[in-house]
């Protein structure tokens, strides 16, 4: 994809102008999910989604490491570069609804800092560049959820018509000397923990 801010900016401004994605809700991906119409497609590290993750979804990471990246020791995880193949296996149907996260799910809504470029792609963000790589692939019916995985389960906390998040399948509750892990950011300005 590149490292400059220019290609980044580039790639984002093509999700929204030329591919018109759409950005949807937690509540919009229950419902869509809940109708079979559509396919929740988890783009994190492989071993994060393992630990927990959004019932229903399916998993094809977006980033990929070995041992040492299992680690958390910075620098060991890599773009998977089988990506678009491993969703063509895993969703064949090029006009199959999908809709991808990733851990804190980016912004459509604002255009990226000029000064600032999208360096580093195995840290969080994987569901935009991933779309952008299936659009050019062919796919044609791609959504973006909205802050994410941590984002959805938020939501489903404060919005009782929403499931009910299950402590097994999701870290977020947890406290570490009174600093809530996914508190607190503002997703929709494409802020993230890392």
């Not at 929740?40 to 590290?45: A, E, G, I, K, Y």
Request: net charge positive; with cysteine.
């Amino acid at each position: 994809m590149g490292s400059g801010a220019r290609e980044w900016r580039r790639i984002h401004a093509e999700l929204r102008e030329k591919y018109k994605m759409k950005t949807v809700s937690a509540k919009e991906c229950v419902q869509m999910m809940a109708r079979q119409r559509a396919v929740l497609l988890d783009v994190r590290f492989q071993p994060d989604y393992e630990q927990w993750s959004v019932p229903g979804s399916v998993s094809v990471p977006y980033v990929s490491g070995g041992i040492l990246a299992k680690m958390r020791l910075p620098g060991f995880k890599k773009v998977n570069a089988n990506f678009v193949e491993d969703v063509e296996r895993a969703l064949p149907d090029k006009t199959t609804k999908i809709i991808l996260c990733d851990i804190w799910g980016g912004s459509l809504e604002t255009q990226p800092p000029e000064n600032k470029s999208f360096t580093d792609p195995t840290k969080g963000a994987g569901s935009l560049p991933g779309a952008f790589e299936l659009y050019q692939a062919g796919y044609n019916n791609l959504y973006h959820l909205r802050g994410g995985v941590n984002q959805y389960y938020e939501d489903c906390e404060k919005d009782k018509s929403l499931p009910e998040p299950d402590p097994k399948t999701w870290p977020g509750n947890l406290e570490w000397f009174g600093y809530r892990q996914f508190n607190g950011k503002d997703r929709a300005r494409g802020q993230r923990d890392d």
